[in-house]
């Protein structure tokens, strides 16, 4: 099973209202990344937090982690209709050669 | 994506033959990864290097072998296709192997194979 699992897989909003995403995992981790897949396009890493932190922001996206409820969230507020894509959270565990494991992700539609 | 480009973008295939893809980076990062993507599980580690000639096996590396002799090439092949190969491949580069606090994995644009 996912080390991280988004919720809820699917999200259609209207332009200019804010999104919101939610990142649960199971284990200790070391940090945790969010990624943007545009349709057919490779992932863009939009912002890591790590898990000594417990907010981030960049631009118009807020990013939350609460260690003790192993969960994260992802905030785009003012969405925009080029904000339609796939969103993955992606969670890195401590120590060692460790590997990034990726959720299934949410897909979002922001309507114009 | 700048840094980072995969070849073939796409690919058919037969069952049974073997299939190299290529992952060529200009960043001179020390990690690189393959993974699958597939409707309903996301994101899967093949197999992943942390330096040249040194590799290891990810979540699902069975069929799979890779190889690489230069910092900038990582190379992916499947020795006999199958249809279960048929998904899209990425190759991603880091700087450590955590992502970076910046800029965490770079992806390549993926490879699109069919195995039929």
């Known amino acids: 099973s996912q080390q991280g699992e988004e919720d809820p897989q699917a999200l259609s909003i209207q332009e200019g209202e804010n999104a919101t995403m939610n990142c649960s995992y199971k284990?200790?981790?070391?940090?945790l990344q969010w990624y943007r897949q545009n349709s057919g396009r490779g992932l863009v890493h939009l912002i890591l937090?790590?898990?000594?932190?417990r907010e981030k922001h960049s631009g118009r996206l807020r990013v939350t982690l609460d260690t003790s409820k192993k969960s994260s969230s992802l905030l785009i507020t003012a969405s925009r209709a080029a904000d339609t894509a796939s969103y993955f959270c992606a969670t890195a565990l401590p120590g060692g050669y460790q590997k990034v494991t990726f959720g299934t992700g949410t897909k979002l539609q922001v309507i114009p | 994506d700048a840094g980072i480009t995969q070849s073939p973008r796409h690919k058919v295939t037969e069952t049974g033959t073997p299939v190299t893809l290529r992952c060529h980076q200009t960043?001179?990062?020390?990690?690189m990864y393959w993974y699958r993507q597939d409707p309903g599980h996301g994101l899967r580690l093949i197999h992943y290097s942390y330096g040249v000639k040194d590799t290891d096996k990810g979540e699902v590396s069975d069929g799979y072998s890779v190889s690489r002799s230069k910092t900038e090439d990582f190379l992916l092949t499947l020795e006999s296709a199958t249809s279960s190969q048929t998904s899209v491949y990425f190759c991603a580069i880091s700087e450590s192997d955590r992502g970076t606090l910046n800029y965490g994995y770079t992806f390549g644009s993926g490879t699109r194979l069919t195995v039929v």
């Open positions: 284990t200790s981790i070391n940090n």
């Open positions: 960043e001179n990062h020390r990690y």
């Open positions: 937090i790590r898990s000594n932190e």
